[in-house]
């Protein structure tokens, strides 16, 4: 779009933006790759010059699954080693990111960008609604309901339990 003008925009949230728009763009895609999101701010132009503090943001500061390092936002989720996408409502993220930012404020936007935030809100919470296809954990829900169908569970135990003193 336009480049930033002020000295106001951070650098997370130009990632944030990004990212956002890589996608609303391709909403087949997951995640995308590290120097998939620098090429993104690149063409943006939000700051120029590129700002050197981007690629350790994408890398590192932004990203809610590591250590904060010492940055702490919640920004971008790491899928696997150098993918990220946006982080959603719901994702595991590190504890010492408790609390942190997630997204812009719409007052930090940059001027045609504000869109974003509402389409980020519902396909965060879009994703949200089934947080089991993700979290391999999660999946296993209800996988062994079908042990004690010959026998109620209480039953097992109490026959597991025969012969303790």
Avoid at 13 to 25: F, G, K, P, Q, Y
Avoid at 79 to 91: A, C, I, S
Avoid at 124 to 140: I, M, V
Wanted: aromatic fraction near 10%; include cysteine.
């Amino acid at each position: 779009m336009s480049t930033f003008t002020g000295a106001r925009l951070r650098v997370a949230d130009e990632v944030w933006i990004a990212t956002a728009l890589l996608h609303r763009e391709h909403p087949e895609r997951a995640d995308f790759s590290v120097e998939e999101i620098l090429e993104r701010v690149k063409k943006e132009k939000l700051s120029l010059p590129l700002r050197p503090g981007v690629y350790v943001h994408v890398l590192q500061h932004c990203v809610a699954n590591r250590p904060p390092n010492p940055a702490r936002y919640r920004i971008l989720f790491e899928t696997e080693p150098g993918r990220r996408r946006l982080f959603r409502h719901g994702d595991n993220y590190h504890p010492a990111r408790e609390g942190a930012k997630i997204a812009p404020e719409r007052k930090d936007m940059a001027l045609g960008y504000d869109g974003l935030l509402s389409w980020y809100r519902d396909w965060s919470l879009a994703a949200s609604d089934n947080p089991r296809h993700e979290d391999p954990l999660l999946a296993l829900f209800g996988s062994g309901k079908d042990l004690w169908d010959d026998e109620p569970a209480d039953d097992y135990v109490r026959r597991l339990r025969e012969g303790w003193e």
